[in-house]
């Protein structure tokens, strides 16, 4: 069974930072790209960052130049470094892995901004 487990996330002010991780177990593959989405109170669940295993990048426009995704694919986990953080950042934070059969879901992490 995969599982994804997230960390790292909980309050900051602005302008803070914050590192989330997932880590994914389990029997897991042909992986294509891991990420972050995130979802606000009210709003659609957004793509936040993701990464190809070729590493190739894509964020989304309001992270670009303040958020940087990473991974370790020897022990599939994916970080998001979140610097300059704003109270719009606020949001339940998901990663996700996606292969060429299904995405996998972490349970979802609190990351809260204060102004």
């Known amino acids: 069974q995969v599982q994804l487990v997230e960390s790292g996330g909980g309050l900051v002010q602005a302008g803070g930072s914050l590192r989330l991780s997932c880590a994914a177990s389990?029997?897991?593959?042909?992986?294509?790209?891991m990420g972050w989405y995130r979802q606000a109170p009210g709003r659609q669940r957004e793509l936040v960052a993701a990464?190809?295993?070729?590493?190739?990048?894509n964020y989304a426009d309001s992270v670009k130049g303040r958020f940087t995704i990473s991974r370790d694919n020897a022990n599939n986990t994916v970080f998001l470094q979140m610097n300059s953080l704003k109270p719009e950042d606020t949001a339940v934070y998901y990663c996700?892995?996606?292969?060429?059969?299904?995405?996998?879901w972490g349970q979802g992490i609190q990351v809260t901004v204060s102004s």
């Open positions: 996700y892995v996606g292969t060429y059969y299904t995405h996998y």
């Open positions: 389990g029997r897991i593959f042909s992986i294509n790209d």
């Open positions: 990464m190809a295993t070729g590493e190739s990048t």
